[in-house]
């Protein structure tokens, strides 16, 4: 198991950019995969990008190159950029210590671990 506490949410202008940051309570190479997922109110959670144990990276194609996931020792991030009013979402952190296939790594239902989410707002 693994405690996870996500920060730098906030609101921005369309077009503008925010850091998010998830701070794991464990060695993040312990975790078989970490994700960014993200929803919105009367929708479901979906997923945004995901990185596993070895760094190999999977990302949504909504994404469209605007974001990137990353990891170093403690804590998961992800570089959102090129922000747009559909973006708007609490975004959270999850973690697994299963291996996935890349074909599931957007999955919800796959992680074990989950944040409480931190809040995006983009404005028009």
């Known amino acids: 198991q693994v405690q996870l506490v996500e920060s730098g949410g906030g609101s921005v202008q369309a077009g503008g950019s925010l850091r998010l940051s998830c701070a794991a309570s464990?060695?993040?190479?312990?975790?078989?995969?970490m994700a960014w997922f993200r929803q919105s109110p009367g929708k479901q959670r979906e997923g945004v990008a995901a990185?596993?144990?070895?760094?190999r990276t999977t990302d949504a194609d909504f994404t469209k190159g605007r974001f990137a996931i990353s990891k170093d020792k403690s804590t998961l991030y992800l570089e959102m950029n090129s922000l747009q009013p559909e973006d708007t979402a609490m975004y959270f952190c999850?973690?697994?210590?299963?291996?996935?296939?890349?074909?599931?790594?957007?999955?919800?239902?796959?992680?074990?671990?989950w944040g409480q989410g931190t809040q995006v707002t983009v404005s028009a």
């Open positions: 464990r060695d993040t190479s312990s975790l078989r995969y």
């Open positions: 999850a973690a697994t210590l299963f291996s996935l296939s890349t074909t599931v790594a957007l999955d919800h239902d796959y992680y074990t671990d």
């Open positions: 990185i596993s144990r070895d760094g």
